[in-house]
Every structure is written in C-alpha cells, then in structure tokens.
C-alpha cells in the first residue's frame, strides 16, 4: 500500500505499537511496584482517604491499597513494603501475621513487637525515668484468679494489699482503669475507699491501675507521626464523644505548647511509635502525660473534625511513602524505639568464633590423664589385681581433676578484637562489655504542685 492511504496505516500501526508498549510496560510496573497497605477493622473515612492520597502523591511510584489476606504461611511475605496497623489490638491473628511479615521485611506500623510488650504502666514509670510529669499511679492485681491459677499461683502476692499505704499514694479522688487497656472502656472515678472496693469487684481478671486524679485547666490530645510530626489538639474529655475536639478558649502560652510538643516527640521516640497519641491534662501550668499508649488512635472525620482529619491524612500518607521509599527487601524495617536499643546497647555481648574456626572440640571444662595400660609382661596370676588397681587409681585421678576448676574466668577484650582460634582442647570464651549507654533526651522537670479536689479526665 502506498500513498496517503499507506502512510495513516502506518502510522496506526506505529500508534498501536506504541500503546501495547506502554501497556506492557505498566504491567509490568505494577508487578514489581512496591505496596503500601492499610489494615483497618469498622473504621471507613480514614482507610479511605489514606489509600486515596497515597496513590496521589506517589503518582505511580508505589501503591497504595486494603491490604487482603487469603492464607499465611510461615516465613512467607505479604508482599507489601510498609502496612498501616489499625486493628491487630483486637485481631490476634493479625498480629501474628504481622510479625511474621515484619520478619521478611515489612515495614509494619506500628512494630507488632513492641505494640505486643507495652502497656499504660510502663509507660508511667518510663516517664518518671525520663523526668516528664505524670500522674501518680499504683499497679492494682486483678480481683479474680486469672484462669488455671489458684492461690498458690500466688505464693508472694503479700494477701491483704497494704491498701493504706496506696490510697495515701494516689489520694481521692482517683481513677481506676486498665493497666493496658484503651477507649476509656471500664474507666471508673473513685470517690473513696469503699468505692474502690466496690468497683473493683467488677474487674474480675482484669489488672488494673489506681491513678491519681489531675484537676486541669487545659486539656490537649496530639497526634505524633513519625516520631517526628506533631499536631497538637485542643481537647475536652468531659463533652460528649463528637464535641471533645470543640474548645472555644485558646492555649494559655506558647511556652506551653512547645514543651507539650517537646514530651511528645521524647515519648514517641522512646517507645518507638510511629503512629500514636499523647494526652495532657493541665494543672497549675505543668502538663500532665495522661495517656501515651494509643498506637491505632481514632482518625475519624465524625470525630476529630475536618481539620485534624485533613492534618493526619496528609501526614500519615507522606509518612508512609517515605518509609516506602527507605525499605530494604528482607530486611528488618521496624522502627525499634531508643528504651529498647539504649538497653540492647547497653548488654553484654559475646563474640563468638567463626564457624571455620571451631575444632572438633570447642570447649574441655576437664582434662583428662590418658588411662595407663597395663604392662605387656605382667604376670598371669596378678593381672586381674593390677588391672583393677590401674583402673582405681585412674578413676581417682580423674575425680581429682574434676574437682578442679573447669576453665579460668573470661577477661573483658576489646570490641575490635578478633576471637582466638581454638587449636587444642582449651578454647578460651572472650567476652565484650559494652560501655554504651542508652542516650536521654533533656527534658525540663516540673515544679512541685498542689493538687485541687475536684476535676475529671481519662
């Protein structure tokens, strides 16, 4: 064909070539495209909208979708580079399988493992260890035997509690909850003692906490990303659910806001969260941290307001592709917070020998005399005795021996240096202690301050 005719044939044909190009190429790009998950339980406008402005912003670079599960197989990927947690608390089979994608390399947030470990007493007595004010707070054992226990479970549980002492401790009133519970589920205010008394027995095998009650003037909630991003939000815990984020006054100081934003980021980055919550409640000016174990807060239009939801939307999204975008395929990509790595750092270590170093025989705690044999001419007749006369004394040689200590204490070596080959039946342990201490961020101490009588807060 030649002509105008055979030119537009060609051209389609060049056209058409080109659009199978492309398509091939983007199918191909979605095969090896890294994903970016969200797993969610009843929760719809943040799931959503996170997926939706993930998919904006990373314009074909990575993308974003439900994460879907049909079966888990151990050591096996989810195929997803970073995984929004929303829902494991309350899922145990997720949690599991999180941790076992976070074992091929999911960046899972936030870390299954850590989420697992914590709960709301420790963070209480990390905070005190890091000098940020929060309310005093006593471990109260559950009411209840927990199930397949029964009073000899509890040898040195002292039966009764010195009760005195903790309710001087906290003062009244008071508020008991959880230990590592959330959503202000089985929260009560305490008055008195017999009303403690009473409550409790409602608990049956929960654990819980008696905290002492903030009287405050001012109330935030704010939301870290990051360990890094932080929005701080007026807040009302005494209004109903859908007006607790409507506060017509404005903060008191600007002072204030920045050492509340200051205790967010030491928190966060301590426990290692990358999605969490801090609440203050303020008495007298010094903030108090209520609650800072909220690693799937609410992020709910209806709730938290437009505004804020715009603000954690936005963040979590830029967040999650940056953390995309920083993944390492089999790698651990967990964030681990600075408690946990100041405390690994400071263990000791043991530096073992290469694998083609190792001898037959790595270690001989006792070393043997060779057993003597018997002379070649001996005697017909005393042969029996002299034999076990032979055997005796070795018997007795070899109990002298290990009576003996078995090796000498191992001497502290230099982290550079390289573990000694084993070359005979002695092989020397050579430990490395480790001088690195876990860093602390500086953080201003509150002033002492007297408390109100009244007030309420989670």
């Known amino acids: 064909m030649t002509g105008q005719s055979g030119d537009k044939c060609f051209r389609n044909t060049l056209q058409e070539s080109k659009q199978l190009e492309r398509y091939k190429e983007a199918k191909i790009n979605l095969f090896i495209m890294k994903k970016i998950g969200i797993l969610f339980g009843k929760e719809r406008s943040f799931p959503e909208a996170f997926v939706k402005r993930?998919?904006?912003?990373?314009?074909?670079?990575?993308?974003?979708?439900?994460?879907?599960?049909?079966?888990?197989?151990?050591?096996?990927?989810?195929?997803?580079?970073?995984?929004?947690?929303?829902?494991?608390?309350?899922?145990?089979f997720y949690r599991a399988a999180l941790k076992n994608a976070a074992s091929t390399g999911t960046a899972v947030i936030n870390n299954p493992?850590?989420?697992?470990?914590?709960?709301?007493?420790?963070?209480?007595?990390?905070?005190?260890?890091?000098?940020?004010p929060v309310p005093k707070t006593a471990l109260i054992p559950s009411r209840e035997h927990p199930s397949d226990t029964t009073e000899e479970s509890f040898s040195n549980l002292a039966y009764p509690l010195d009760w005195e002492a903790i309710f001087e401790y906290t003062g009244f009133p008071a508020y008991m909850?959880?230990?590592d519970g959330g959503g202000w589920k089985d929260v009560y205010k305490l008055n008195d003692k017999e009303e403690f008394f009473e409550k409790h027995?409602?608990?049956?095998?929960?654990?819980?906490?008696?905290?002492?009650?903030?009287?405050?003037?001012?109330?935030y909630r704010c939301y870290c990303i990051g360990g890094k991003y932080v929005r701080i939000m007026q807040y009302e815990p005494r209004n109903e659910f859908h007006l607790r984020y409507a506060v017509d006054n404005a903060p008191s100081s600007e002072a204030l806001l920045k050492t509340i934003h200051d205790y967010v980021i030491t928190l966060n980055q301590q426990l290692g969260y990358d999605f969490n919550t801090v609440e203050f409640a303020v008495r007298d000016g010094i903030p108090y941290a209520i609650d800072f174990c909220n690693p799937a807060p609410d992020a709910e239009v209806t709730s938290v307001g437009q505004e804020n939801f715009d603000w954690v939307?936005?963040?979590?999204?830029?967040?999650?592709?940056?953390r995309a975008r920083a993944h390492k395929d089999g790698q651990d990509n967990l964030t681990w917070g600075e408690y946990v790595k100041g405390s690994a750092k400071q263990a000791p270590k043991v530096k073992a020998p290469a694998v083609g170093d190792i001898t037959e025989e790595v270690a001989a705690p006792v070393e043997l005399e060779p057993v003597k044999e018997a002379p070649a001419k001996a005697a017909k007749g005393k042969s029996s005795k002299?034999?076990?006369?032979?055997?005796?004394?070795?018997?007795?040689?070899?109990?002298?021996?290990?009576?003996?200590p078995a090796a000498k204490e191992a001497k502290p070596v230099d982290k550079e240096a390289k573990p000694a080959k084993s070359t005979s039946k002695k092989a020397a342990a050579k430990a490395v202690d480790s001088d690195?201490?876990?860093?602390?961020?500086?953080v201003a101490k509150a002033p002492a301050s007297k408390a109100k009588k009244t007030s309420a807060k989670k």
Do not use: C, H
């Open 313 to 322: 939307i936005e963040t979590s999204a830029q967040y999650a592709i940056e």
């Open 201 to 219: 027995k409602l608990t049956k095998q929960s654990v819980m906490m008696l905290q002492e009650e903030i009287q405050f003037d001012e109330y």
């Open 386 to 404: 002299a034999a076990k006369k032979s055997r005796a004394e070795d018997a007795n040689l070899v109990a002298d021996k290990a009576d003996k």
């Open 54 to 92: 993930v998919n904006e912003l990373a314009n074909g670079e990575f993308l974003a979708e439900f994460v879907q599960i049909d079966k888990i197989f151990q050591g096996e990927p989810l195929d997803y580079a970073v995984i929004i947690d929303r829902i494991s608390q309350d899922v145990p």
């Open 177 to 179: 909850k959880p230990f």
């Open 436 to 442: 690195d201490t876990a860093a602390k961020a500086p």
């Open 113 to 132: 493992f850590w989420w697992s470990a914590d709960e709301k007493f420790f963070n209480n007595a990390l905070a005190v260890r890091l000098g940020i």
